[in-house]
């Protein structure tokens, strides 16, 4: 009788790159601007929205335990020796020519050098992170002379027009107040469904360079988000790579003129956000990332009038946010990965203009950021992540949670070689919330979903419940 | 390419491993040549890199239930033309050997039991369930099991210079859940009743 098969999908299928894009822009926090287009240089947070009540004593347990995670995450990224091997060309086999040049910057290897198998694997997942990117393999062949390799990477590259889409759905449980109290009650309703899309395309310019034009419809119309971006990798052969990016969103929330006699100072060009991101690698698996954003906010405000009475007043007036990362990622795919650890920690500071009733002032906001997750195989079709975030708001907000997220395939490998990727996620998380000296409030979200991906693009469908308050 | 490769390989059939009781007591594994012979398996193996299998086992029968299980890397060194293999024993012993070309390892591979249970009283039934994991090229963790075998064999051997039990349920537990970490591209599960070595 013939042995019975299991094999294993190949996880690093299709769309790979839209998926972490479309991940990681989903995922910024709720409270910052969200002007980014997708790059897989974002960071990745897990803060959902949520609060619940806790003690300052829990405040430093959380603060222990995401330290124990760090600890215990270290020795991973201590790596080794054997067997290793003298590179003296490196070749890249598929996908367009344009792009060959930036998989090989990706790969932060360099010809003339000696790299063992871990340094090996760890490049081959940099190249799957890559957002064109759906599959690389290695292998080695000889050199020009005894003990010299080659190693040929062969990729697999995505379409150049994609499509993402995303639709979640919200429920809760909530207390129905009535003049008698014997009345009320707890009521399970839906809270809001969010859908949101977007269309793209990608172009490979010059040797090492990425055009993306991104078109996105957020939320409920009118709120669409049209993104420009180029990126140049291996910025003067040092694998660093530098984003350039122009937003422009229909609605910054300063519709309307108001009343005749107001003054509004906002104009389409004040609908545009201008962003530099650049990315420094330090390590076979460390980089730091720093970025500056310039966009307009508009400020409102009153200013007496001499004869008596007020004018509102409508300004655009500039944020200049700045953000340093260190990124810790061994992570084998931004959207499922099966293995890995990711680890981000650094500060961004937001220069913006603020408001009271009838003065307009400036203010610096400090957030500090620190995230931690590691993905476990379970089998060769499930994958466990779990990890917690902690994030420090000027000072006044502290929030931190911890949460996990299981994955199994669905549909096996033959089908997801046929026809992309598809998966059932069912993740949950606690957060607690802390505002300035006030005690901590905490509250949970389970989220189950379906996602597909392809090399056309990601499909996702969530359905998640937010409970487990405690005030 | 090598996606499509496997894709095109997943479909075949390969002979089932045989399992055997060995006098001593182990439970031993002998995997078909079949394998080696499949495109994906032949690809992955010639890359020059470290193909690692983690073989698991499960007996059960009338002395009860077992788990056990060995590691086999293989890399071809692209110039000396050998083949290194190296097998990693449930006892912790760990074995270096090479090859001369792709019909040795064959001859090999087929011909030779691999110790996947350190030696114990089985009944006279003995289920096998064996699986087969095949992984991409090597990483920290090999050199990470390495090192913890050979501080362990150095100073936690019973006085008899055997293993205790614990201790093979670490080596057991290292094999295997260093490995599944690691993105498998094929994986393999059969079902097979042992076979008892003969008496001399």
């Known amino acids: 009788m013939p042995g019975r098969q299991r094999e294993n999908p190949r996880m690093s299928l299709q769309g790979r790159a839209l998926a972490a894009e479309w991940e990681v822009r989903l995922r910024h926090g709720e409270s910052r601007k969200q002007y980014e287009i997708p790059h897989p240089a974002y960071e990745r947070s897990y803060a959902p929205a949520g609060i619940g009540a806790c003690t300052f004593a829990r405040d430093v347990r959380i603060l222990a335990l995401l330290l124990g995670v ?96 995303e639709s979640t759905t919200s429920w809760s449980v909530e207390t129905t107040r009535l003049p008698n109290p014997a009345d009320a009650g707890e009521e399970f309703v839906r809270q809001n469904r969010s859908d949101k899309i977007a269309a793209g395309a990608r172009m490979f310019v010059g040797a090492a360079g990425v055009l993306n034009l991104v078109a996105e419809r957020v939320e409920h119309r009118p709120n669409d988000r049209y993104t420009m971006s180029y990126t140049q990798y291996d910025l ?144 060769s079709a499930q994958a466990l992540t779990l990890g917690g975030n902690g994030l420090d708001f000027d000072r006044s907000i502290r929030k931190y949670d911890v949460f996990a997220r299981w994955s199994v395939d669905l549909w096996g490998r033959e089908r997801t070689l046929r026809h992309g990727d598809l998966r059932l996620e069912i993740g949950g998380d606690r957060v607690y919330t802390r505002i300035q000296d006030d005690h901590f409030f905490a509250s949970s979200t389970l989220r189950t979903g379906i996602v597909f991906r392809n090399e056309w693009g990601v499909l996702r469908l969530t359905g998640q419940y937010e409970g487990w308050r405690v005030d | 390419m090598l996606l499509a490769l496997l894709a095109f390989g997943a479909g075949g059939s390969v002979p089932r491993p045989k399992a055997t009781v060995a006098r001593n007591g182990a439970l031993t594994v002998t995997l078909p040549a079949a394998l080696l012979q499949s495109r994906e398996i032949r690809q992955q193996l010639t890359s020059g890199l470290t193909t690692v299998f983690v073989l698991t086992v499960t007996a059960s029968g009338d002395g009860g239930t077992a788990k056990g299980g060995a590691r086999i890397d293989v890399r071809l060194d692209l110039w000396e033309e050998k083949y290194l293999v190296t097998v990693l024993e449930p006892t912790g012993q760990e074995r270096k050997l090479t090859f001369a070309g792709e019909a040795a390892l064959a001859k090999w591979w087929s011909e030779t039991p691999v110790p996947v249970t350190a030696p114990r009283k089985y009944g006279q039934t003995v289920d096998v369930e064996v699986k087969l994991k095949m992984l991409p090229f090597s990483s920290q963790e090999q050199s990470d099991t390495q090192r913890w075998l050979s501080r362990t064999l150095s100073r936690g051997r019973a006085p008899s210079g055997e293993f205790t039990p614990a201790q093979s349920a670490e080596i057991l537990r290292i094999i295997v859940e260093t490995s599944v970490r690691r993105r498998p591209l094929l994986e393999y599960h059969w079902s097979v009743r042992a076979i008892r070595e003969a008496a001399r």
């Open chain 1, 70 to 165: 760090f600890l215990a995450l270290a020795p991973a990224m201590l790596g080794d020796e054997i067997p290793s091997f003298f590179i003296e060309s490196i070749r890249v086999n598929g996908g367009s020519p344009g792009s060959h040049r930036i998989v090989v910057a990706e790969s932060r290897l360099r010809a003339g050098q000696t790299y063992d198998e871990a340094r090996l694997r760890d490049a081959t997942a940099r190249i799957q992170r890559l957002p064109f990117v759906i599959s690389a393999d290695f292998r080695l062949a000889k050199g020009s002379e005894f003990g010299r390799y080659v190693l040929v990477i062969d990729i697999q590259q995505m379409k150049p027009f994609f499509v993402l889409a």
């Open chain 1, 236 to 379: 003067f052969g040092t694998r660093a790579s530098l984003t350039a990016l122009a937003s422009y969103n229909e609605n910054p929330g300063a519709r309307g003129r108001g009343a005749p006699g107001d003054r509004f100072d906002w104009h389409h060009k004040d609908n545009f956000t201008y962003e530099l991101i650049g990315i420094v690698p330090i390590g076979p698996n460390d980089s730091i990332r720093a970025s500056w954003q310039r966009g307009y906010l508009p400020i409102r405000y009153f200013r007496g009038l001499p004869g008596g009475g007020v004018q509102h007043i409508v300004r655009s007036l500039p944020e200049i946010r700045k953000e340093l990362y260190w990124i810790h990622d061994t992570t084998d795919d931004p959207l499922f990965p099966t293995g890995g650890t990711r680890i981000s920690a650094g500060m961004t500071r937001t220069h913006m203009a603020s408001a009271g009733l009838t003065e307009l002032g400036r203010q610096k906001l400090d957030e500090m950021k620190l995230s931690l997750d590691r993905t476990f195989r379970l089998t």
